[in-house]
């Protein structure tokens, strides 16, 4: 056996990407030790100011992690008891929980095979008058269709909040993902491209009064908005993740432009049909490949094979969330069909900015040859 197939390839390294930064983060982690300043301080106020520029927002609150990030901007995009938020169902629990904790309703509409992400013609079909926000998801980091729910989304009068947890660096068309939305909300999660070393989140706020509002909710302080109370939390990002956080922030671009060859690589073996076809987004669309996946009738096959060669896969979201028990609080619109054929056929393969070119090159063909078997022994 090869040396390089005894080495067993994961799905994820969370510690060579910090190594560039480790000084910088050891020598600030005392500087905060020492100032006693844990919470709330200079890391997390410049952090946010630095990620509401980027996306061109008013601006940007830090808060406990990506669920509570969606928690508080549906609250304050008005879900309350009683109303329905039209989601997609292949996402992470994450997403219905926090509309469900609000005692509201997801809805589920199906997602388009080429992306995964909520399919925007069957939108209109699920709203109803208890409809008070579209929450669309930008799934392993390529961007929702944006332009047409954000039409719907207009004619209907109905909030816009985008769960953009996978999707930090992502463009539609040319404008950042943190900026489409009301309210965009981002998870620091380890595993997540622009990551903490724990939990932290990120709501982005168009509307000035939005950040500020969130900002008092975050720190305990109860809010009357259109005599509604809204009770205070405790959310608040701490100051050594806000500082691990911006120094990986600066790493960004160049980490961004490893896993964008990686993806180079797969897609150079793999079949345009089995895979995001990258090649059709030439409108500055940019997908930042939180994952990058594969389409396969025999999925569970290939994972074996890839498995046996030592290599790690992911299999999501199988089954979809309409199977999840919290269904019990949710309404299905229409087929859910392509987010079933989804979670029996997607695969995900490593792709981070530490995994050798050497690898990519590797599973790049071990996966293009098994789907070229796959499609001879299917014409046979
Ligand atoms: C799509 C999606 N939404 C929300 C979340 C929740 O983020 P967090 O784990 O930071 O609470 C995640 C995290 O994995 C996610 O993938």
């Given at each position: 056996m090869?040396e390089q197939?005894k080495?067993?390839?994961?799905?994820?390294?969370l510690?060579?990407p910090?190594?560039?930064?480790?000084?910088?983060?050891?020598?600030?982690?005392e500087q905060?030790?020492?100032s006693?300043?844990?919470?709330?301080?200079?890391h997390c106020?410049?952090l946010?100011r630095d990620?509401?520029d980027e996306?061109?927002?008013?601006?940007a609150?830090?808060v406990?992690?990506g669920?509570e990030?969606?928690?508080?901007?549906?609250?304050m995009?008005?879900?309350?008891?009683?109303?329905e938020?039209?989601?997609?169902?292949?996402?992470f629990e994450?997403?219905?929980?926090?509309?469900?904790?609000?005692?509201?309703r997801p809805?589920?509409?199906?997602i388009?095979?080429?992306d995964?992400?909520?399919d925007?013609e069957?939108?209109?079909?699920?709203?109803?008058?208890?409809?008070?926000?579209?929450l669309?998801?930008h799934?392993?980091?390529?961007?929702?269709?944006m332009?047409p729910?954000?039409?719907?989304?207009?004619?209907?009068d109905?909030q816009?909040?985008v769960?953009m947890?996978q999707?930090?660096?992502t463009?539609?068309k040319?404008?950042?993902?943190?900026?489409?939305?009301?309210?965009?909300?981002?998870s620091?999660?380890p595993?997540?491209?622009?990551?903490?070393?724990?939990?932290?989140?990120?709501?982005?706020c168009r509307e000035?009064?939005?950040?500020d509002r969130?900002?008092?909710?975050r720190?305990?302080?109860?809010?009357?908005i259109n005599?509604?109370?809204?009770?205070?939390w405790?959310?608040?990002l701490?100051?050594?993740q806000?500082?691990?956080?911006?120094?990986?922030?600066?790493?960004?671009?160049e980490?961004q432009?490893d896993r964008?060859?990686v993806?180079a690589?797969?897609?150079a073996?793999?079949?345009k049909r089995?895979?995001?076809?990258v090649?059709?987004l030439?409108?500055?669309?940019k997908?930042?490949?939180?994952?990058?996946?594969?389409?396969?009738?025999a999925r569970?096959r290939?994972?074996h094979?890839?498995?046996?060669?030592?290599?790690?896969t992911?299999?999501?979201?199988?089954p979809?969330?309409?199977?999840h028990p919290?269904?019990?609080?949710?309404?299905e619109a229409g087929?859910?069909?392509?987010?079933?054929?989804?979670g029996?056929e997607?695969?995900?393969l490593?792709?981070?900015?530490a995994?050798?070119f050497?690898?990519a090159?590797r599973?790049a063909?071990?996966?293009g040859?098994f789907?070229?078997r796959?499609?001879?022994a299917?014409?046979?």
């Amino acid at each position: 056996m090869s040396e390089q197939k005894k080495q067993r390839v994961a799905r994820y390294d969370l510690v060579t990407p910090m190594l560039p930064v480790k000084d910088q983060i050891m020598t600030d982690f005392e500087q905060i030790l020492m100032s006693g300043q844990y919470i709330l301080g200079d890391h997390c106020r410049n952090l946010e100011r630095d990620m509401a520029d980027e996306c061109g927002v008013a601006d940007a609150v830090g808060v406990a992690s990506g669920s509570e990030a969606l928690y508080l901007a549906l609250a304050m995009a008005g879900v309350r008891p009683g109303t329905e938020v039209i989601t997609t169902p292949y996402t992470f629990e994450a997403t219905i929980e926090a509309v469900i904790m609000l005692h509201a309703r997801p809805v589920f509409v199906d997602i388009r095979p080429g992306d995964l992400n909520i399919d925007h013609e069957k939108i209109e079909a699920a709203i109803t008058p208890r409809t008070r926000a579209i929450l669309p998801v930008h799934i392993f980091g390529a961007p929702a269709d944006m332009d047409p729910i954000l039409d719907i989304a207009e004619k209907h009068d109905l909030q816009m909040v985008v769960d953009m947890a996978q999707a930090w660096g992502t463009l539609y068309k040319g404008r950042p993902c943190g900026s489409l939305g009301r309210m965009s909300t981002l998870s620091f999660y380890p595993t997540k491209n622009l990551p903490g070393i724990g939990d932290g989140g990120m709501i982005f706020c168009r509307e000035q009064a939005d950040a500020d509002r969130i900002r008092q909710l975050r720190g305990h302080k109860a809010l009357w908005i259109n005599k509604n109370l809204y009770c205070g939390w405790n959310s608040r990002l701490d100051e050594v993740q806000a500082m691990v956080i911006r120094h990986r922030l600066a790493h960004f671009a160049e980490e961004q432009r490893d896993r964008d060859r990686v993806a180079a690589i797969y897609d150079a073996r793999i079949p345009k049909r089995n895979r995001l076809a990258v090649e059709d987004l030439d409108d500055g669309t940019k997908v930042t490949y939180h994952q990058y996946w594969v389409r396969c009738k025999a999925r569970d096959r290939l994972q074996h094979r890839l498995d046996s060669e030592g290599i790690d896969t992911g299999v999501y979201y199988d089954p979809p969330l309409h199977h999840h028990p919290l269904m019990e609080y949710c309404r299905e619109a229409g087929e859910l069909e392509m987010a079933e054929v989804a979670g029996r056929e997607v695969l995900t393969l490593p792709i981070h900015a530490a995994l050798p070119f050497e690898t990519a090159e590797r599973i790049a063909t071990l996966v293009g040859e098994f789907l070229l078997r796959q499609e001879d022994a299917a014409a046979d």
